[in-house]
């Protein structure tokens, strides 16, 4: 393999272990819904149902799905959190009914555009999850679940991806479809850490500044 693609391996799974962490730290889920069902259906196929041949592909894929099947267990635990006028059933049988539609969206997209591989799904399910991850920052306005860290490998990541795949993809690299979604993924996913740096400095100045509005007012006190 080559090491633009180890390179994006270690990036996103080193993002999906800080994601674990900072779900259990926030006790909430670091992966919007759907891209978590999108990604489980790709892993599975491509490590279970229909096996890479290159085997540290493989190894890979079986690794990120493993990292995912966390993921969605901080989800089962701590999404309904998130979502407080959803019942039980209706909660985690969204959960059910997002994972069967995105497994047969994934799957169908797979056989119908590249003979069931899947570079044109892999890329397409990128660029909803860049576009999801800025949507739950904007939902939640804080930085639960998220950090600067997992942002910046998701776009180095991505970065790498488009790269190595422009560069040694073997279906259609240089389509005009593909060069939308390597610049799509790199924006978004560019917006997104930006947004995240943002939020944690706005965050960080408006912690450094009660204790300064505190300490003026204690000064400020007339002294009897």
């Not at 049988?93 to 797979?110: I, K, N, R």
Request: proline fraction near 4%; charge should be positive; glycine fraction near 8%.
């Amino acid at each position: 393999m080559h090491p633009v693609f180890l390179a994006t391996g270690l990036c996103w799974a080193v993002a999906y272990v800080l994601i674990i962490r900072q779900g259990f730290a926030d006790r909430t889920y670091g992966m919007p819904i759907v891209a978590l069902c999108a990604n489980l259906s790709w892993e599975f196929i491509f490590s279970v149902v229909r096996p890479v041949e290159a085997d540290a592909q493989r190894i890979g894929n079986f690794l990120w799905l493993a990292f995912d099947v966390v993921i969605a267990y901080t989800f089962l635990r701590f999404g309904r959190r998130e979502f407080p006028k959803l019942s039980k059933p209706v909660f985690y049988g969204g959960f059910a009914g997002t994972l069967v539609l995105s497994y047969l969206a994934v799957d169908l997209l797979c056989r119908e555009f590249e003979n069931g591989l899947g570079n044109y799904a892999g890329f397409a399910d990128n660029l909803m999850m860049s576009g999801l991850f800025v949507a739950m920052l904007i939902s939640r306005g804080d930085l639960r679940g998220q950090s600067v860290a997992i942002a910046a490998l998701k776009f180095v990541g991505t970065i790498c991806a488009s790269v190595g795949y422009w560069q040694y993809g073997r279906t259609n690299p240089h389509s005009a479809l593909f060069m939308y979604l390597y610049f799509g993924n790199g924006i978004l996913d560019f917006v997104y850490l930006s947004a995240v740096v943002y939020l944690r400095t706005r965050i960080r100045n408006r912690a450094g500044a009660v204790p300064a509005q505190r300490a003026a007012q204690t000064v400020a006190q007339p002294t009897t």
